[in-house]
């Protein structure tokens, strides 16, 4: 039996920008932190500029992904999680390219990468794929378009190792047979672990699990929130 999409929404929003700001906090260690130096102008102008497109691409790419739900697209609300979902797709897109781009560059990237998410976390549902958090909208293919944008920006001429496309540069071919191979490489085990696992039956919940919930059957308390589902908390 269907159940109405109320049952599958998360019970707390804040927790969810909680979560969305420690990872992005996270990601300025993350991104700037992997410059490895600071003990000189050069470094540190460097890891100045990666902490500003880390700010740029999520900031655009969260208010894209916002304004598009709540203008554009049904049933046209303000969706919160949709704008922390954009936000983390801003900064897995810029994550790849952060320290070979100029900020402008970065605000281009972060909205395209909202794009990018949004597109796919549509495409996700439209084809069923059971994909309740959209990870692989987020880390999947917004991580594919920022490995692609160190191809596409980056000027030479800036001295900050940037080789893209858009300024004669030949960085894109790299950047797209690492895709590939990223792929065949992620997929390929995890084909090696998952398959295994479906053919002994032990890949997916009972249907007796997913008809209860996992909570009831087999967690202490039985609910991790007090409201009843559809419900706001007082």
Known sequence: FLLPPSEFEGHSIPFCVLGTFFLWFGWYGFNPGSTLAMHD????????????????????????VFALRAL??????L????????????????TAPCGFVKPWEAIIIGFVGGLVYQGTSMLMRKVKVDDVVDAFAVHGACGLWGLL???????????IGGNGVFYGGDQ??????????????SGGLSAAIMVPLRLVGALRLSDEFQDKGADVMEHSPSKAYGNKAGENAA
């Open 41 to 64: 102008v050069g470094s540190a102008n460097l890891a100045g500029l990666v902490a500003v497109n880390t700010t740029l691409s999520p900031c655009v790419a969260g208010l894209l």
């Open 72 to 77: 554009v697209l049904p049933p046209k609300l």
């Open 172 to 185: 894109l071919g790299t950047q797209v047979v690492a895709g590939i191979v990223i792929a065949l490489w």
């Open 149 to 159: 944008a160190v191809g596409l920006f980056g000027n030479p001429d800036e001295a």
């Open 79 to 94: 969706d919160v999680g949709g704008f922390c979902n954009g936000i983390l797709g801003g900064l897995v897109s810029i």
